[in-house]
């Protein structure tokens, strides 16, 4: 497969999260081959500001609905498709779970932001997961 146009390694994802007795919970999925736990996200789609479309995905790729907060807490880049993904993410509070959902084939599962930070192979990504106490407080305020 050749490079793709531009508009396709400009991504957007969110960080579902819900508080539990005081403390954060992540929402991770499995990635389309089921080997990795990722975070909901995908190309900004045409006519949609990327929050917008973050919300979308997690939608579609994780079943979840709730609320976008706030503008952008982070960025980072994955390589994919002969090329580099730059991922820009948003905090997400998921207020409800769907049980069937577009994409129910992957797996979907909620962590501490400990275990998240465990699992997940993106360095950047693991630092904006291990802010979130930091960057939930200030949204909160």
Known sequence: MGKLPSSFYN???????????????????TSRKGKNWIIPKGIVEKGMSAKVSAVKEAYEEAGILGKAIGSEIGKYKYKKWEGVCTVSLYLFLVEKQLKKWEEDFRKRNWFSVNQAIEIINTKKLKKTISELPEIIKQKSL
Not at 11 to 29: E, M, R, T
Request: aromatic share 6%; net charge positive; proline share 5%.
């Open 11 to 29: 991504q957007s994802g969110v960080i579902p999260y819900k508080i539990v007795d005081g403390k954060i919970k992540v929402l991770l999925i």
